[in-house]
Structures are given as structure tokens and as C-alpha cells.
């Protein structure tokens, strides 16, 4: 069965647009728990635009599931993420100016700075995941730097304006998510996923976990975050039971 990470940033956003105490996206979590969620993500940034630190020592306290941890590879957040130990953390690449994350690290151009801190994640019992686009070079890398796994990027699937380029983001989607589990990596997917275009990317193989945020998040808006979830969970377990 494939695991659901739900990332609870766009709560914080929401919160953080007023400086306010809500919505408290460490109630959000606990909800999203209720409907099923396996993992619950959170995106500390160097700016801290939406998630706090004090919402990722509530969540270390109080989850009941797998705490997944995105983050720069700055000794900062590497500072951090060894005080907290989230169960995984997930190293991305972040610009100030970004509304989201865009595109995947690229681990071959800086191998110098991530390895070391693949390395420290590891020696602390934290399992790391590298966000990467689906390359094969970056794949290769990843597991060079002894990254356990990958969440291959999404976002040029999810964006994909027709059928025909769509089926081709599928198919390298496929391809390096075949390549990465034969580099004894686990495959992770994520970036722009939501109830239209994620049943298709449950189809491929050695897929392992989603971490899917924007759209559950604008769902729960309507239909509350316990609701929103429990139908994302299952639109997967019957898009995997195909």
C-alpha cells in the first residue's frame, strides 16, 4: 500500500497571513491523522514564511505517525533537524523569492554540500530523502550520496496542459522510478499531485509513498482536513487495487 504524507504548510500560510493563532496547523495535523494519513510533512524555510519552530516541536511531541521533515541542506536546518529527529527528512532546494518549491535539488552540482549532510541525517538515525527531478544522473547520485530514498518532483506531470505530454511525464515518471528502486533506492512522488492526476502516478512501479499538500489543504477548506484526507487515502487504495 502506498503511504499518504500530507504536507500541512498552506495551514500555517493561512495562519501566518494574519499573524494569528489559527488555524494551528498541529490541530490540522492531528486531523489529517484521523483520515488516515501515514506521515504528516512540514517545510521549515530559512525565511520561516508558513511552518514555525515551535509547530515542528508540537509535531514531534504529539504525532502518532512518521514525521517527515523538509528542509535546505544548511547547517541551520541541519541543526535543527538533529535536535528534533524527525523520522525522515527530505532535502529540497529553496529560493526566498519562490511561491513553492521548483523543480528538484540538483544533487550533482552540489554533491559537495549535500553528501555531508546526507551523512550527519544518517549517523542521527534519520532516514533521508533527496527531492530530485526524474534524471537519470541525479538518481544516480542520490544513491552515490547514500540517500535511502528519493521523492521524484511532480510538477512537470501535474502541469502538463495536454494527454499527449502528460503520457510522457508519466512514462520518464516510470523510468526513473524503476531505475531509482533498482539503485536500492525507495521511490517517493510528489509536487502539484491532486484528486484528478494522482491516481494515474499510483499505477507506477515501486512507488512507495506521496506527500501531496496544495490541494488537500484547499479541499479541507470546503469539506474540513479529517474529510479531505479520507478521500485522497481512498482515491489511492482504489487506484492501487487496479
Request: one cysteine or more; proline letters at 4%; charged letters at 25%.
Amino acid at each position: 500500500m502506498i503511504r499518504l504524507g500530507v504536507n500541512i504548510d498552506h495551514v500555517a500560510t493561512v495562519r501566518q497571513a494574519r499573524r494569528a493563532a489559527e488555524p494551528d496547523p498541529v490541530v490540522a495535523a492531528a486531523l489529517a491523522v484521523l483520515g488516515g494519513a501515514d506521515g504528516i510533512t512540514v517545510h521549515l524555510r530559512e525565511d520561516r514564511r508558513h511552518i514555525q519552530d515551535r509547530d515542528l516541536d508540537l509535531l514531534k511531541a504529539t504525532l502518532t505517525c512518521r514525521l517527515n521533515l523538509e528542509m535546505a541542506a544548511t547547517p541551520e536546518m541541519l541543526a535543527i533537524a538533529l535536535r528534533v529527529r524527525p523520522a525522515e527528512a527530505t532535502l529540497v532546494p529553496e529560493k526566498r523569492e519562490e511561491l513553492t518549491t521548483e523543480g528538484g535539488l540538483d544533487v550533482v552540482r552540489h554533491a559537495a554540500v549535500v553528501g555531508p549532510v546526507v551523512a550527519k541525517l544518517r549517523e542521527a538515525g534519520i532516514e533521508v530523502s533527496l527531492f530530485i527531478d526524474p534524471d537519470s544522473a541525479q538518481i544516480r547520485m542520490a544513491q552515490q550520496l547514500g540517500a535511502q530514498a528519493v521523492e521524484l518532483q511532480t510538477a512537470t506531470y501535474s502541469e502538463a496542459k495536454t494527454p499527449r505530454e502528460q503520457a510522457e511525464q508519466l512514462r520518464l515518471l516510470g523510468d526513473a522510478a524503476q531505475q531509482a528502486h533498482q539503485h536500492g533506492l525507495h521511490v517517493h512522488l510528489g509536487h502539484g499531485l491532486n484528486y484528478h492526476n494522482t491516481q494515474a502516478v499510483c499505477r507506477l512501479p515501486h512507488v512507495v509513498e506521496l506527500n501531496i499538500g496544495h490541494s488537500i489543504v484547499s479541499r479541507a477548506v470546503l469539506v474540513g482536513m479529517k474529510q479531505a484526507v479520507a478521500d485522497m487515502k481512498e482515491l489511492i487504495t482504489r487506484s492501487t487495487a487496479r
